[in-house]
């Protein structure tokens, strides 16, 4: 028998390819698509943006 169409996804990344996380992404990819975001060199520039943001 042949089934096809079918993909296998390992269990432990079943949760990326939940409807909430796939949402998440779209948004994501949609933030970043209309300017919605920053980049980082480095966890430390991260950090200091995000103390100095009011959010």
């Not at 390992?10 to 949402?23: K, Y």
């Not at 948004?27 to 430390?44: K, L, N, P, V, W």
Request: proline share 2%.
């Amino acid at each position: 028998m042949t089934v096809r169409g079918f993909v296998s996804i390992p269990a432990d990344q079943a949760w990326f390819w939940t409807a909430e996380w796939q949402a998440g992404e779209g948004q994501a990819a949609a933030d970043i698509a209309s300017g919605r975001s920053t980049f980082h060199r480095s966890a430390e520039d991260m950090f200091t943006h995000l103390e100095s943001t009011d959010d």
